[in-house]
């Protein structure tokens, strides 16, 4: 893999289940001919496998897929296309073939100890890239770990981020980042504003607020009822204006009574310490509240958005509220499909469209030939149900193969070296 300009963070991973916080990874189904690991190095074929391209909603049915030095070499119908007689095969008949996640907003809570073991947690489930809205010079070494082969994940990025900022203080953030060539992101500075920030040419915004209140009866979300109307008048601004949204919904979901239960869930024995003190910080305190109305408004600003042609993000806020790395990207996906979108709707946010923000729709994002080889092989189509993704065959990190089985097994290491 060539390397990535410093100022991209390369940390691309993958994810498993968490509905409503579930916890429990799906029962296995799978041929015997799949098999447990195959090196990056080593060439790969999947044989008469349903491909999930992510360029339009539909399934090639009976491809066969040709991977090598961590790209799709070939790609067609399996009558056409012949493996190579050194490719590692794999069985794929009657599974899916759909590219890797990506998580578009997440913060890394780890330390150098154990960074590793935690990023694990994304390719454990589905993850092959993340974007870090913090900023960390241990984030460049990890970086550069990854693209060395010394750890498993594929390009990732970091990017400034404008804060709490005066108006004037946001104008000249903005002008010398114009002058750098950088793309800022972040939240909406509440002394700038929305209209500052579309005319500033702000990247994308993260979250869903600083935007909708004026279109709530009292100017909140969380008590006010939508004038939808209103609403449409600003999809239709940050539209035109070309800026992307993040939509992080599960974050807004969480309240402090829930802490307990999410405390006992399975997954949280494959956290590392370092990430569970964070976890706890002050910081990540928050009331309890009936969030019900919240959840409802949310959701339907999505719909919105998503009609309005406004170009979104999957992102979770992952590192926050006990929303963990990887685990959590199936509770936002499903919260998506909740408020009204299709399932090629909200898996196109994060594979398609993760890869037109980052500029890199030629080698990532869809299942072409060229592309990176970062794939997640069901055992059904998740365009039916997205829920799908969880049932996981395995997954393709820059063309290295790793089952289901070894992810698993790989969990379970990560649990005993925490005393787990």
């Not at 916890?23 to 008469?48: I, K």
């Not at 599960?250 to 402090?256: E, K």
């Not at 992102?315 to 685990?327: C, E, I, T």
């Amino acid at each position: 893999m060539s390397r990535i300009p410093r100022r991209w963070l390369l940390l691309a991973l993958c994810c498993a289940g968490w509905p409503g916080f579930a916890g429990e990874r799906p029962a296995l189904r799978w041929a015997s001919a799949v098999p447990r690991e195959v090196a990056a190095s080593s060439p790969v074929a999947f044989l008469n496998v349903n491909v999930v391209p992510m360029d339009a909603q539909r399934v090639l049915e009976r491809h066969t897929v040709v991977v090598r030095d961590g790209r799709i070499a070939d790609l067609g119908p399996a009558e056409t296309v012949e493996a190579p007689a050194d490719a590692e095969p794999i069985d794929a008949e009657g599974f899916y073939l759909m590219p890797g996640l990506a998580d578009m907003h997440t913060h890394f809570g780890s330390d150098d100890a154990d960074w590793e073991k935690d990023l694990f947690l994304f390719v454990a489930n589905g993850v092959t890239t993340v974007r870090e809205m913090w900023g960390s010079v241990r984030y460049l070494r990890w970086r550069d770990a990854i693209a060395a082969g010394d750890a498993i994940g594929p390009p990732g990025s970091m990017w400034p981020a404008p804060a709490w900022t005066a108006l004037d203080v946001y104008e000249a953030i903005m002008a010398e980042a114009g002058v750098q060539g950088i793309k800022v992101v972040g939240h909406i500075p509440p002394r700038a504003g929305l209209l500052n920030v579309l005319a500033a040419g702000q990247y994308s915004i993260e979250h869903l607020y600083g935007f909708p209140e004026p279109a709530f009866s009292t100017g909140s979300l969380v008590t006010g009822v939508l004038d939808e109307s209103r609403l449409k008048e600003l999809a239709a601004l940050i539209r035109d204006a070309g800026v992307w949204i993040t939509p992080t919904l599960a974050v807004g979901l969480v309240s402090l009574d829930q802490v307990p239960a999410m405390l006992r869930r399975p997954e949280m024995r494959y956290v590392s310490p370092s990430l569970k003190r964070w976890l706890a910080h002050p910081l990540q305190r928050y009331p309890n509240r009936d969030l019900s109305l919240y959840e409802a408004n949310s959701k339907l600003v999505l719909k919105v958005l998503e009609d309005r042609g406004v170009k979104l993000l999957l992102g979770v806020d992952s590192g926050f509220r006990y929303l963990l790395p990887g685990f959590s990207i199936h509770d936002e996906l499903r919260l998506r499909v909740e408020a009204g979108l299709t399932p090629y709707q909200a898996l196109r946010m994060a594979t398609v469209n993760a890869a037109e923000f980052l500029g890199a729709q030629e080698h990532a994002g869809a299942i072409a030939v060229g592309q990176r080889a970062d794939l997640i092989l069901l055992q059904a189509s998740p365009l039916e149900d997205v829920w799908n993704v969880n049932q996981r065959v395995g997954v393709m990190v820059g063309g290295r193969w790793l089952s289901e089985t070894r992810l698993r097994e790989t969990l379970e290491e990560v649990a005993r070296s925490y005393g787990n």
